[in-house]
């Protein structure tokens, strides 16, 4: 189990790096780096440091938050369908961040645009919390998601359109496919410590997680009653949705697929399961962000367009190797 | 002597006033089997999950090793007892060995050893060793009973509260699980558990209790409390006790 691990960490740090080296330019990173170093502002530090360092971190980092998210909502709702964009968590919350951002709140301080967003994650969840209660079986409540999913797009456009803002359209594309191109250092700093916060979180609940395996009823017994947990771990998953979303928008199925590809390493152990997705989704997203810039096209692909390509497929196949 | 659990005056009511627990108390020493039996509804499984901390009562104290259960925290409840529910649930599809650590959780990661050596003494005691690497999902709904039990041993507890361990077995596990529970009160340790086989509960019970709509109606030994007119109170059947086989026969059940 722990080659498998460490086999993970060496497989992100080795996209990280194709990712520093990825971009419509040709960049020599020595150079760049010796640049930084003599203090001199050549094009190529500015390409490195300032172009693709936010976004290789930005990758790395919003692909270990969603992860996470999914491996939590997974082990909080016992679902292995719950994902932080199948539920509508990240949809809510973009839908409060586009209102922020559009309706000039977020100018009022730095910390309102990934605050509307943690909210709306937030808010997201603790809905979701309250339908697990009423509807039990695990296809009712992801049509619940489905349903809360299409209502908050709705209504994100529909923001969107009474914006004062006449490029907003453009920017419906980024709240709902998602992307990290073209992000300043700035932003990096901004989710950092949402990050930091909303995964110490989820991992200190990594063994209630454990003893939700049996049941709520059950957990309690083993001294992990949800009651002492459920908000470190809707605190947790609106962190990392939220920092991820605000500067980020929502990319989807990551949170959805790591969780499930990983699950069997991990023998089924959804604390576990937490560590793992960490490294997980940095692979699947840095993966997806290398793609996106060395596929031919005069545009270039949204991110959350190829998790979306590379995720639907891969899921329906695994859902097909899994009944047979 | 302290009592390892001692309830008193348990109260608990449904929104429409509907009472569930009527003032129920009781008492579980070291070393003795203490069965609560009733019919169908007469509030068996809802006085455990009160007893086990799943369910507040409205009112009423539960004093376990002699401390107020409310004062202690969730995780040092559930280092003094351990419960069985009636129908376990597995969300995750994990091997037995698996199941039965996480008896283990609350213990943190600093007593694995140990840890290791309960779960495989459990699994040994349930006759389940075999069957550690299995899958659970695969086994039979009494060899999941039989895994849950080993779980719920393998946390090694003091007081072991469990609801109904014989309702899926064949009579041959029905025994075992009984002498498990017996071996564990020899061994000092005090089990409370809610039976349906009255006939079980006359042969392994030292003392039983008889709940009839949430309250007890009779406490004592199972000779006194299988009487006739207890019998015919709470589950209306014309029954008695033959002492000498601890086998409870039923006449009729008109």
Request: net charge positive.
């Amino acid at each position: 189990m722990r080659t498998s691990l460490v086999f993970l960490c060496v497989l992100v740090a080795v996209l990280w790096l194709i990712e520093l080296q990825s971009g419509a330019a040709s960049v020599n990173s020595w150079v760049a780096l010796t640049d930084w170093w003599h203090g001199i502002n050549s094009v190529a530090r500015i390409i490195l440091l300032e172009v693709r360092l936010p976004r290789a971190l930005l990758a790395l980092l919003v692909g270990a938050a969603l992860a996470i998210s999914g491996a939590a909502l997974q082990g909080l709702l016992r679902n292995p369908l719950a994902s932080p964009d199948i539920l509508g968590v990240s949809q809510t919350s973009a839908l409060l961040a586009v209102c922020a951002l559009y309706f000039g709140f977020s100018r009022l301080a730095w910390f309102v645009l990934p605050l509307a967003a943690l909210g709306g994650a937030a808010l997201a969840v603790l809905l979701l919390l309250q339908l697990t209660r009423r509807l039990a079986d695990a296809q009712s409540l992801i049509l619940a998601g489905i349903a809360l999913t299409a209502l908050t797009s709705a209504l994100t456009t529909f923001a969107l359109n009474y914006a004062p803002n006449p490029y907003a359209l453009q920017e419906v594309y980024f709240w709902m496919l998602g992307s990290v191109a073209n992000r300043s250092i700035a932003e990096v700093l901004l989710a950092v410590p949402f990050f930091a916060v909303g995964t110490a979180l989820l991992l200190s609940s990594r063994r209630c997680l454990d003893a939700l395996s049996l049941g709520e009823d059950t957990a309690a017994t083993l001294g992990f009653p949800l009651s002492h947990y459920r908000w470190r771990l809707i605190v947790g998953v609106a962190c990392n949705v939220g920092a991820a979303v605000a500067v980020s928008g929502s990319i989807g199925f990551v949170g959805l697929i790591v969780p499930h590809i990983l699950r069997p390493l991990v023998k089924s152990q959804p604390g576990q399961l937490l560590w793992w997705s960490l490294p997980g989704g940095s692979a699947l997203v840095l993966l997806a962000d290398v793609l996106v810039q060395h596929l031919p096209g005069t545009q270039e692909l949204q991110l959350g367009v190829l998790t979306a390509l590379l995720g639907g497929p891969f899921f329906l196949w695994l859902l097909l190797r899994q009944r047979s | 002597m302290t009592a390892l659990l001692s309830a008193t005056g348990l109260l608990l009511q449904t929104g429409d006033g509907r009472i569930l627990l009527n003032r129920v108390s009781l008492q579980v020493n070291a070393g003795e089997i203490v069965g609560i039996i009733g019919a169908n509804g007469a509030g068996k499984s809802t006085l455990l999950k009160v007893l086990a901390g799943i369910k507040p009562a409205q009112s009423g104290r539960v004093l376990l090793m002699g401390q107020d259960a409310n004062s202690q925290s969730a995780l040092q409840r559930a280092r003094l007892q351990s419960y069985l529910e009636q129908r376990p649930v597995l969300h995750w599809p994990m091997r037995v060995q698996q199941v039965v650590a996480l008896a283990r959780l609350q213990f943190g990661d600093g007593e694995l050893a140990a840890g290791a050596n309960a779960v495989a003494q459990a699994l040994a005691a349930t006759g389940m060793g075999d069957f550690s690497q299995r899958d659970f999902q695969q086994l039979s709904e009494g060899e999941k009973l039989l895994v849950n039990l080993a779980r719920v041993l393998a946390s090694e507890p003091r007081l072991l509260l469990a609801d109904e361990p014989t309702a899926a077995l064949d009579p041959a596990h029905q025994q075992r699980v009984m002498q498990l529970l017996r071996q564990r009160a020899q061994d000092g340790k005090g089990v409370l558990v809610v039976l349906h086989d009255l006939t079980l509960a006359a042969r392994y019970c030292d003392r039983l209790l008889l709940l009839h709509e949430g309250a007890v109606i009779a406490e004592g030994s199972p000779a006194a409390v299988l009487s006739r007119a207890n019998l015919q109170r709470a589950f209306q059947i014309d029954a008695v006790l033959d002492a000498g086989n601890s086998t409870v026969i039923i006449h009729n059940n008109s």
